[in-house]
């Protein structure tokens, strides 16, 4: 079983913010981060999730990345004065079609699909790559 697997991590992360929160008040205000990284550090495979590595995470929910068209990424709206976090419009949207993981040392077959007959074999750094 994989330890810590932070793209999992962070997919789950967006689901759980963007589901519909039970008092009305959590989805104006937010959630609470400690409770959050609680709630995230239960599993076994997250046993050992520092509350440090679980705020870089966030972090990188918030702030996102740049590229030449702009910002991108950015799945939470996190209020580091009051210690909440709660998800931006459209996350709900990514945590539904954006999941999943590509295993690690994986090689994939590329089959010619009418003759069933196998063109090549690239592993996961291609195909992440292409």
Known sequence: MPE???EILIQKIVAELSSPPILSEQAFE???LGDLHALFAT???YRELTRKC???LMTILADGYTTREGRHGTHVRLNRLNNKVRARRGSNLIALTKGGAISDGYNYQVVLDLEDTVVGTPNEDFALDA
């Open 54 to 56: 679980f705020d870089i």
């Open 43 to 45: 599993p076994y495979p």
């Open 30 to 32: 937010g959630c609470d």
């Open 4 to 6: 810590k697997p932070l």
